[in-house]
């Protein structure tokens, strides 16, 4: 592992811990013990070997507080729930007392102390929990994987096109894949769309188990994949495209005793010197669609200006 992951990962673990404490009411250091321990363990996992291994090391974290934030966010609801359900109570009772004839008004008015107390702790709570509904959006918004698939998402292709764009001229070839489910709504509809996240996890794994180390694949939106394909030639680009159709439609995903076939068209294209995110993203929808059109399940590839 380089130097500067290491720094990231340490940096990433650093601002979930803050997080973690910053979210509790009265935070202990066996809390502080537990995340560390875990944080060890999710490290130790690290294959350095795996491209993706130190985001998702990264999203572990992220997922260890937001799991925090989650149990935080439960106990403040139970608590208010309980509140609200003594506050019914005392006003019930209060009503009950000013009905009637008696008279007792320091009980009446330590009744409505409770009921003030008890309604700013409402409060308080709601307010905690609104917090930390934005503090879980946050992370989310901030992750480079996808809450689903655990693939890159969209916001890390962008970022990863953009700085791939800004050098211009490469070293060596980089193709781009664009991978669109066939009939995906037909499944969801035909299924439920339980089974239609099923597929999409079922596609995920299967395309990092068909790719090499180096290759990247983000989900690009709903039922479509990106793959970039590094220091690749065309004749291997194609290579490895058709394997993928044929990993995809050979395999079968199976769910509740029911067999789920899917089959994927795929567009193909070079990255160009002056290619800018767009333009190469462009290409690639240009070859799926004609890949769509001709009866899906299949490949093709576009290039800039026909080479």
Do not use: W
């Given at each position: 592992m380089q130097k500067d992951d290491l720094k990231s990962l340490v940096t990433?673990?650093?601002k979930e811990?803050?997080?973690?404490i910053d979210s509790q009411e009265t935070p202990s250091k066996e809390q502080v013990i537990d995340y560390l321990e875990d944080a060890v363990n999710t490290i130790k996992k690290i294959d350095d070997d795996e491209i993706d291994?130190?985001?998702?090391?990264?999203?572990?974290?992220?997922?260890?507080?937001?799991?925090?934030?989650?149990?935080?966010?439960?106990?403040?609801?139970?608590?208010?729930?309980?509140?609200?359900?003594?506050?019914?109570?005392?006003?019930?009772?209060?009503e009950e007392v000013q009905d009637k004839l008696i008279d007792l008004p320091t009980i009446n008015s330590?009744?409505?102390?409770?009921?003030?107390?008890?309604t700013e702790e409402v409060q308080k709570a709601n307010s905690i929990i609104t917090q930390l509904n934005m503090q879980i959006k946050a992370l989310e918004e901030d992750s480079?994987?996808?809450?689903?698939?655990?693939?890159?998402?969209?916001?890390?292709?962008d970022?990863?096109?953009?700085?791939?764009?800004?050098?211009?001229?490469?070293?060596?070839?980089?193709?781009?894949?664009i991978l669109d489910i066939d009939d995906f709504k037909s499944i969801n509809d035909s299924y439920g769309h339980v089974v239609g996240d099923k597929v999409l996890i079922f596609i995920a794994n299967l395309l990092r188990n068909?790719?090499?180390?180096?290759?990247?694949?983000?989900?690009?939106?709903?039922?479509?994949?990106v793959i970039i394909l590094n220091r690749i030639t065309e004749t291997k680009c194609l290579e490895i495209a058709q394997r993928i159709l044929k990993t995809i439609s050979t395999n079968t995903l199976l769910y509740k005793g029911k067999s789920v076939n899917v089959t994927i068209s795929i567009g193909a294209t070079k990255y160009a010197e002056d290619d800018t995110p767009e333009s190469l993203i462009a290409r690639a929808d240009k070859a799926l669609y004609n890949s769509k059109a001709q009866g899906k399940?299949?490949?093709?590839?576009e290039f800039k200006n026909g080479h």
């Open positions: 990433q673990m650093y811990l803050l997080d973690s291994s130190i985001e998702h090391a990264k999203l572990a974290f992220t997922n260890a507080y937001k799991e925090i934030a989650k149990k935080s966010i439960s106990s403040y609801k139970a608590t208010n729930d309980k509140f609200e359900e003594l506050g019914k109570m005392h006003q019930s009772a209060l330590k009744f409505n102390e409770i009921q003030s107390h008890m480079n994987l996808d809450g689903l698939t655990k693939v890159f998402n969209r916001r890390a292709l970022r990863y096109l953009t700085k791939i764009t800004q050098k211009g001229q490469l070293k060596h070839e980089l193709h781009l894949l068909t790719l090499r180390d180096g290759d990247k694949v983000f989900r690009y939106g709903g039922e479509e994949f399940n299949q490949l093709n590839m």
